[in-house]
C-alpha cells in the first residue's frame, strides 16, 4: 500500500530515485545496495543509517520533533528542502 503511494507521490512531483524500501531496519540493506542518501522520516531509523555513514534527509514531523540530528542527519520540512538537499549532496560529491 505505502509503497505505491510513495511511487504516485514521486511520479506526480517528478522526483527520480532509484528504490523505495518500507522495511522496519532499513539499514542493512541500505549498505548492502551502497545507498548514499536516504529520506526518512523515523528517527531511529535516521540513527541506524548515520551511523553507517549515510547522510539522511529527515522530515520533519510531529514524531520525532524531540530527536537530536547529527553531522549525517539533516532535518528538511518539505520537498522542496529535500530538493535542495539532494542537489548540494550531488554537486558536492561531483565537485570534491
Known amino acids: 500500500m505505502y509503497r505505491q503511494?510513495?511511487?504516485?507521490?514521486?511520479?506526480k512531483h517528478g522526483i527520480k530515485?532509484?528504490?523505495?524500501?518500507?522495511?522496519?531496519?532499513?539499514?542493512?540493506l541500505a549498505v548492502e545496495k551502497g545507498i548514499e542518501l536516504f529520506?526518512?522520516?523515523?528517527a531511529n531509523n535516521?540513527?541506524?543509517l548515520s551511523r553507517k555513514n549515510i547522510i539522511v534527509l529527515?522530515?520533519?514531523?510531529?514524531?520525532?520533533?524531540?530527536?537530536?540530528?547529527n553531522t549525517n542527519i539533516i532535518r528538511v520540512n518539505n520537498w522542496s528542502d529535500?530538493?535542495?538537499?539532494?542537489?548540494?549532496?550531488?554537486?558536492?560529491s561531483t565537485t570534491g
Open 82 to 92: 529535500i530538493r535542495e538537499e539532494i542537489s548540494n549532496f550531488y554537486s558536492l
Open 39 to 42: 529520506i526518512e522520516d523515523n
Open 46 to 48: 535516521s540513527l541506524e
Open 17 to 28: 530515485y532509484s528504490s523505495l524500501t518500507h522495511e522496519a531496519n532499513k539499514s542493512p
Open 58 to 69: 529527515l522530515m520533519n514531523k510531529y514524531h520525532n520533533q524531540n530527536f537530536k540530528v
Open 5 to 11: 503511494l510513495t511511487a504516485d507521490w514521486l511520479k
